[in-house]
T-cell receptor, first 114, second 112 residues
Framework: SAVISQKPSRDICQRGTSLTIQCQVD?????MFWYRQQPGQSLTLIAT?????????ESGFVIDKFPISRPNLTFSTLTVSNMSPEDSSIYLC???????????FGPGTRLTVL | EDQVTQSPEALRLQEGESSSLNCSYT??????LFWYRQDPGKGPEFLFTLYSAGEEKEKERLKATLTKKESFLHITAPKPEDSATYLCAVQAGETSGSRLTFGEGTQLTVNP
């Protein structure tokens, strides 16, 4: 399986600021995703990061709040914009080679917003 | 809407005491059911994929089974290092794309 890294691993941010999270994979992958895991809860898909085009967002998530880039087959970024304490979560990227196959997850970025 | 329900929410076992975790699902057109293990402060670690009713997968002390309505994760003679949260997720039909819908997880504690 691919080796996935995320930066930063954790951060503490002030309300109203933005944070960009990076996801790097050690091999080319077809599909990349961004999930959120709020404290004590399970994972919720934010969006699918599409290479060279706009991300596909799930219901309840919008591009203005969570802009995503995917310039190539091994790298993606998620920005959490105009943060509020409700954005405090773990943000995870995942990858898979094709639909129906397992997704592999990065180590996560733990974000705390004060 | 795809739904996944895991039970129990939490389970405490003594080392060597076998048990099972349940994952019930409601989806339109199951494409795959996935089991993950998540340790505190880490991303989910992939365990198994099951695609059709009757399928079984095994890895060390873990065995996953699938029916048309639910999946079980059987843990045989667990050890303290098996303590973690176990997550079940489904991927459904064409309209759902590659979205994984996760259950809330079962937090397993194995005492020595």
């Amino acid at each position: 399986s691919a080796v996935i890294s995320q930066k930063p691993s954790r951060d503490i941010c002030q309300r109203g600021t933005s944070l960009t999270i990076q996801c790097q994979v050690d091999s080319q992958v077809t599909m990349m995703f961004w999930y959120r895991q709020q404290p004590g809860q399970s994972l919720t898909l934010i969006a699918t990061a599409n290479q060279g085009s706009e991300a596909t967002y799930e219901s309840g998530f919008v591009i203005d709040k969570f802009p995503i880039s995917r310039p190539n087959l091994t790298f993606s970024t998620l920005t959490v914009s105009n943060m509020s304490p409700e954005d405090s979560s773990i943000y995870l990227c995942s990858v898979t080679q094709s639909m129906g196959r397992a997704q592999f997850f990065g180590p996560g970025t733990r974000l705390t917003v004060l | 809407e795809d739904q996944v329900t895991q039970s129990p929410e939490a389970l405490r076992l003594q080392e060597g005491e076998s048990s099972s975790l349940n994952c019930s699902y409601t989806v339109s057109g199951l494409r795959g059911l996935f089991w993950y293990r998540q340790d505190p402060g880490k991303g989910p670690e992939f365990l198994f994929t099951l695609y059709s009713a009757g399928e079984e997968k095994e890895k060390e002390r873990l065995k996953a089974t699938l029916t048309k309505k639910e999946s079980f994760l059987h843990i045989t003679a667990p050890k303290p290092e098996d303590s973690a949260t176990y997550l079940c997720a489904v991927q459904a039909g064409e309209t759902s794309g590659s979205r994984l819908t996760f259950g809330e997880g079962t937090q397993l504690t194995v005492n020595p």
